[in-house]
């Protein structure tokens, strides 16, 4: 049972450049989510799904898109990539059901933008 | 506005010394609160959840109590493996997993 899945783990970007953050799970969550955690703040909400073709808008939407075609997949998109986004990207994924504030955590994806 | 405030920003205890972190909360209609663990390098990863006053959650070395304003995470006798980050988060009544966190307590204990 992998979980929740990111990819990739590391990248640098020019500033302008978009790219795409990959998050899959394997555990048939509906709830998913994308924080960035940057230094002397805490995880901050980016976007959110509560099921397929489903997503809404946290704390720090600018800048970033989401798309939720599948249960399994997640992916965050950086359209045009700029230094304030050098951060490190963690997605989150729990079930409805149990609507504990459970989350479970992918390992990260760290991006630096020059 | 919904705050997290964690206490100290970092801990660094003897083997064996037991003590407590804090996290203070301000929040309206408070559904739940949660610690996790973060390894460096890690995601953070899921310990407690506690919904009311009075509640208590335990888990090996590791107690957390909640009272209306701020909740604590006990450390009893620590090894050198409870090393990490310890993050608090408070999830309003809003019907989904929106979560606050605080910055966090770095916990280093030697050996």
């Known amino acids: 049972n992998a979980g929740v899945t990111q990819t990739p783990k590391f990248q640098v970007l020019k500033t302008g450049q978009s790219m795409t953050l990959q998050c899959a799970q394997d555990?048939?969550?509906?709830?998913m989510s994308w924080y960035r955690q940057d230094p002397g703040m805490g995880l901050r909400l980016i976007h959110y799904?509560?099921?397929?073709?489903?997503?809404d808008q946290g704390e720090v939407p600018n800048g970033y898109n989401v798309s939720r075609s599948t249960t399994e997949d997640f992916p965050l998109r950086l359209l045009s990539a700029a230094p304030s986004q050098t951060s490190v990207y963690f997605c989150a994924s729990t079930s409805g059901s149990a609507n504990t504030g459970e989350l479970f955590f992918g390992e990260g994806s760290r991006l630096t933008v020059l | 506005e919904d705050q997290v405030t964690q206490s100290p920003e970092a801990l660094r205890l003897q083997e064996g010394e037991s003590s407590s972190l804090n996290c203070s909360y301000t929040v309206s209609g408070l559904r739940g609160l949660f610690w996790y663990r973060q390894d460096p390098g890690k995601g953070p990863e899921f310990l407690f959840t506690?919904?009311?006053a009075g509640e208590e959650k335990e888990k090996e070395r590791l107690k957390a109590t909640l009272t209306k304003k701020e909740s604590f995470l006990h450390i009893t006798a620590p090894k050198p493996e409870d090393s990490a980050t310890y993050l608090c988060?408070?999830?309003?009544?809003?019907?989904?997993?929106?979560?606050?966190f605080g910055t966090g307590t770095r916990l280093l204990v030697s050996p």
């Open positions: 506690l919904y009311s």
């Open positions: 799904s509560v099921g397929a073709g489903i997503t």
């Open positions: 555990m048939n969550h509906e709830y």
């Open positions: 988060a408070v999830q309003k009544n809003t019907g989904f997993q929106k979560l606050v």
